[in-house]
């Protein structure tokens, strides 16, 4: 009887985490919002200039506003509507690996999005993508830059990737564009 009562304190405390980190429908990245036009974006105060790119209908931002520093950022369109937004957290080569600082920020974002949108809800590593969770060392205190991982949140709403010796980005997709592609 005891033990039950434990498990039920243990469930009745765990489960509500996890249902309210399930039940976040991402709406956009501070003030761009999934839905909105290029016009709309182009007000934000995130990113001082958009630049067409044709190939993925997507806008590229060189100065955005992320973390107090400018990034990288790519704002993507299904038609004429906002559907994701991608921002170079971190750009390396096998000729320059990551600063100690570069390193730290990873670490500080792999730590503060479960904080925000509870537990992961897939990690995954390997050059396909293929290796699951229990065979991929991601971790706050020691990450790994020599493989290819992706963490994601809000069953894939939200994805911090690694391509070896290239890029980190943190991907934010609407709750429709994760539907539509499954």
């Known amino acids: 009887m005891k033990k039950l009562k434990n498990l039920l304190l243990i469930s009745g405390t765990f489960i509500p985490c996890l249902s309210f980190a399930q039940n976040i429908i991402l709406d ?3 003030d761009l919002k999934f839905g909105m036009t290029y016009q709309q974006i182009a007000d934000s105060k995130l990113c001082t200039g958009w630049e067409y ?10 100065h955005f506003l992320f973390n107090g520093n400018n990034r990288e950022a790519t704002a993507y369109f299904n038609g004429q509507v906002l559907n994701s937004i991608a921002i170079d957290i971190l750009n390396y080569s096998q000729n320059r690996p990551p600063f100690p600082r570069e390193v730290q920020e990873v670490k500080d974002i792999l730590n503060g ?6 537990p992961p809800t ?20 020691d990450i790994n830059f020599d493989d290819y991982w992706m963490v994601e949140f809000l069953n894939g709403q939200i994805r911090l990737v690694n391509s070896v010796n290239q890029w980190v980005i943190l991907v934010y997709s609407s709750a429709k564009t994760i539907l539509d592609s499954l």
């Open 28 to 30: 956009g990245y501070k």
């Open 53 to 62: 790119y044709q190939p993925l209908n997507s806008y590229k931002c060189q």
């Open 113 to 118: 999005l479960p904080q925000k949108y509870g």
């Open 122 to 141: 897939k990690v995954v590593c390997g050059a396909d993508y293929a290796r699951s969770n229990e065979e991929c060392n991601i971790n706050t205190t």
